[in-house]
């Protein structure tokens, strides 16, 4: 596995502004907002405030003298969404009546001492979605993301261990083929599966040539509210161009994955020169054990590797000027239809470099607007089903609030020809 090489600043400054774009803020200004409002009650949905209902909560982690969750040994990746979760935890914050959408980085921005890390990871995390838009918006960031870095082609790669139900149904059935198949398979394989059905698929994933016609799949179990969620997310990714192959080799355990798990690489068959650019996927199961009620959570994190020659860079980074920028755009997207359009008009503003802010979730017309005018953006665009399917927005100027119709390619310049 190959990792793409990047100076650790512009990949930074390109990746936040990317990011933020999309809608994802850094985690640290996340907290720091939490922490303003001091004396708010805790949210209904995070762990106790107290250190013991914390740890109690939590889920624990694993001692010295044992071995790593299961998870971890599947999907190494886990362990970023884990380490995520208890920051989280840690500070009783949840989604509420609004998602999460937030970023991390093992790059800090303000420190002036000390070369990049060899390794750089930069996570992008969507919590309080259950809806499919939550994978596609993460991986719609994502692939913006390896654009502007120079990417020219980038591939999703996607597996679905479904629900609770589908991942049983699995395990029982890999179960009974291995029982089946024991004096034909190799002794890791067996010494797996005596701990977890779903290591030892993960042993088979690792020997990628070498892996039965007839072994069963993840994706041959899937329940119909599992197939329903997977429809619905091929057709966001479709919606937003994302070019996606099914990928049976790929797997992550039940204990952290629900439905979906992904990754972008340089290509669209496995071979030696292929990038890894990065991994993730829904892990609803592993936010369950930190928070006291289920809460959706969708990650994704890119791993790049520090340019040689420009690992010794340690001058701060002053990422104000992208994230203070000032909305130029509102954007208001009404209804299904209207969600699978969204993808189009948003990336597009961001290659006209029109500041554009959103919601992910579902609010009311008028709460938005109301928020439009208080805010003091400039420009509202609005999509309902009639104009997705028109190809068309609705551009309300939001001092004199008098509105037109402008064709969605049109938009860029639109705004290109149209001052603040």
């Not at 949210?43 to 982690?61: E, F, G, H, L, M």
């Not at 996606?244 to 992904?262: K, N, R």
């Given at each position: 596995?190959?990792?793409?090489?990047?100076?650790?600043?512009?990949?930074?400054?390109?990746?936040?502004?990317?990011?933020?774009?999309?809608?994802?803020?850094?985690?640290?200004?996340?907290?720091?907002?939490?922490?303003?409002?001091?004396?708010?009650?805790?949210?209904?949905?995070?762990?106790?405030?107290?250190?013991?209902?914390?740890?109690?909560?939590?889920?624990?982690?694993?001692?010295?003298?044992?071995?790593?969750?299961?998870?971890?040994?599947?999907?190494a990746v886990s362990r970023h969404f884990e380490s995520t979760l208890k920051t989280l935890a840690a500070e009783n914050l949840a989604p509420q009546k609004e998602p999460l959408?937030?970023?991390t980085s093992n790059i800090a921005p303000h420190s002036a001492h000390g070369a990049a890390p060899k390794k750089i990871s930069f996570g992008l995390y969507?919590?309080?979605?259950?809806?499919?838009?939550?994978?596609?918006?993460?991986?719609?960031?994502?692939?913006?993301?390896l654009e502007e870095l120079g990417v020219k082609e980038s591939y999703t790669h996607l597996n679905s261990i479904g629900d609770k139900d589908s991942s049983l149904k699995f395990a029982r059935e890999l179960t009974a083929y291995i029982r089946r198949t024991a004096d034909t398979l190799p002794r890791p394989i067996l010494e797996a599966h005596k701990e977890d059905a779903f290591l030892a698929y993960a042993y088979f994933s690792r020997r990628r040539q070498d892996i039965p016609p007839d072994l069963p799949r993840p994706m041959e179990f899937l329940t119909s509210t599992a197939r329903r969620h997977l429809r619905e997310t091929l057709e966001y990714l479709e919606?937003?161009?994302?070019?996606?192959?099914?990928?049976?080799?790929?797997?992550?355990?039940?204990?952290?994955?629900?439905?979906?798990?992904?990754?972008?690489?340089?290509?669209?068959?496995?071979?030696?020169?292929?990038?890894h650019f990065a991994r993730g996927g829904r892990f609803d199961e592993l936010s369950r054990k930190f928070f006291r009620t289920p809460t959706p959570a969708v990650g994704m994190v890119l791993h790049v590797a520090a340019a040689p020659e420009t690992r010794k860079e340690t001058r701060p980074l002053n990422l104000d000027r992208i994230l203070r920028r000032r909305p130029r755009v509102f954007f208001i997207r009404l209804g299904y239809a209207a969600e699978l359009k969204s993808f189009a008009i948003i990336e597009a503003l961001r290659r006209a470099r029109v500041p554009t802010l959103h919601y992910?979730?579902?609010?009311?017309?008028?709460?938005?607007?109301?928020?439009?005018?208080?805010?003091?953006?400039?420009?509202?665009?609005?999509?309902?089903?009639?104009?997705?399917?028109?190809?068309?927005?609705?551009?309300?100027?939001?001092?004199?609030?008098?509105?037109?119709?402008?064709?969605?390619?049109?938009?860029?310049?639109?705004?290109k020809g149209v001052r603040t």
């Open positions: 596995m190959r990792l793409f090489s990047y100076s650790p600043s512009e990949f930074y400054k390109k990746a936040v502004a990317c990011a933020a774009h999309y809608g994802f803020l850094p985690l640290h200004e996340l907290l720091q907002r939490f922490r303003a409002q001091g004396t708010q009650e805790a949210p209904a949905t995070a762990t106790k405030t107290s250190s013991k209902a914390k740890k109690k909560n939590a889920a624990k982690p694993a001692s010295k003298s044992t071995a790593p969750p299961l998870y971890r040994r599947v999907d959408l937030f970023f969507l919590l309080g979605i259950r809806g499919s838009i939550a994978e596609a918006l993460v991986l719609k960031a994502a692939t913006a993301i919606a937003a161009e994302i070019p996606y192959l099914f990928e049976d080799a790929l797997i992550g355990h039940c204990d952290c994955y629900t439905h979906t798990i992904f990754e972008l690489r340089s290509s669209a068959e496995p071979n030696e020169d292929t990038t992910v979730h579902s609010c009311p017309l008028s709460e938005q607007l109301s928020y439009a005018e208080a805010a003091q953006i400039p420009y509202t665009i609005i999509m309902g089903q009639k104009e997705a399917v028109e190809g068309r927005v609705i551009v309300r100027h939001t001092a004199s609030r008098a509105q037109e119709t402008v064709s969605i390619d049109e938009l860029p310049s639109y705004f």
